[in-house]
């Protein structure tokens, strides 16, 4: 049992965090998007946000492959109170959806562009697109495709626990991905886009 458990956390495919491992569970998540990452990677959590978007997608070490997130605008994000990182400028205060969309645009668009090397674009549930979706999942479209689930959104990773694992229907999993990403696939939805 205990040689079974230290393979799976080895290769990553089940790891339980207890509190105060942020640092190690974001380190665990870079790993794989740079292992699995070749083809893409596409991040689904309902309280993404731009700040998560930096602390992962963007360490893909591959340039320019099809990086896709997925997020929802919730009280939590309506509510936070954010100043770009860049240039320090306050940002709106979030009272509305749309709010909370222009908000997260403008602290993507923070970074220059033509150093990220990304092909990334940021969908969001706005309005009556799209349908409401609860699991946190991190995603590797290969010819076999990957997917683990985070157990806890992005910007709780290793705060409290949880556990990250490999599932085993990874394609289904893709294609339910894919399915809200074209219901999604409106201008109000759209988010950021990499040019």
């Given at each position: 049992?205990?040689?079974?458990?230290?393979?799976?956390?080895?290769?990553?495919?089940?790891?339980?965090?207890?509190?105060?491992?942020?640092?190690?569970?974001?380190?665990?998540?870079?790993?794989?998007?740079?292992?699995?990452?070749?083809?893409?990677?596409?991040?689904?959590?309902?309280?993404?946000?731009?700040?998560?978007?930096?602390?992962?997608?963007?360490?893909?070490?591959?340039?320019?492959?099809?990086?896709?997130?997925?997020?929802?605008?919730?009280?939590?994000q309506l509510q936070r109170n954010i100043s770009c990182p860049k240039c320090g400028e306050p940002l709106?205060?979030?009272?509305?959806?749309?709010?909370?969309?222009?908000?997260?645009?403008?602290?993507?668009?923070?970074?220059?562009?033509?150093?990220?090397?990304?092909?990334?674009?940021?969908?969001?549930?706005?309005?009556?697109?799209?349908?409401?979706?609860?699991?946190?999942?991190?995603?590797?479209?290969?010819?076999?495709?990957?997917?683990?689930?985070?157990?806890?959104?992005?910007?709780?990773?290793?705060?409290?626990?949880?556990?990250?694992?490999?599932?085993?229907?990874?394609?289904?999993?893709?294609?339910?991905?894919?399915?809200?990403?074209?219901?999604?696939?409106?201008?109000?939805?759209l988010v950021w886009k990499s040019k």
């Amino acid at each position: 049992y205990k040689q079974e458990l230290k393979e799976l956390e080895e290769n990553k495919s089940f790891i339980q965090y207890y509190e105060k491992q942020e640092d190690k569970a974001l380190a665990n998540v870079k790993e794989l998007i740079k292992k699995y990452g070749e083809k893409g990677v596409y991040l689904w959590d309902p309280y993404l946000n731009a700040k998560d978007i930096k602390n992962t997608l963007y360490f893909c070490q591959h340039t320019y492959v099809p990086m896709r997130a997925i997020t929802s605008f919730s009280e939590i994000q309506l509510q936070r109170n954010i100043s770009c990182p860049k240039c320090g400028e306050p940002l709106e205060s979030k009272n509305t959806t749309e709010k909370a969309k222009t908000n997260m645009t403008k602290e993507l668009e923070c970074d220059d562009e033509k150093f990220l090397f990304m092909n990334l674009e940021v969908r969001g549930k706005i309005k009556q697109y799209g349908y409401k979706f609860h699991d946190r999942f991190l995603i590797f479209p290969l010819e076999q495709p990957k997917v683990w689930s985070l157990g806890i959104s992005v910007n709780q990773l290793g705060a409290s626990h949880h556990i990250l694992q490999e599932v085993k229907n990874a394609q289904h999993i893709l294609n339910a991905f894919n399915k809200l990403w074209d219901e999604l696939n409106h201008e109000e939805c759209l988010v950021w886009k990499s040019k």
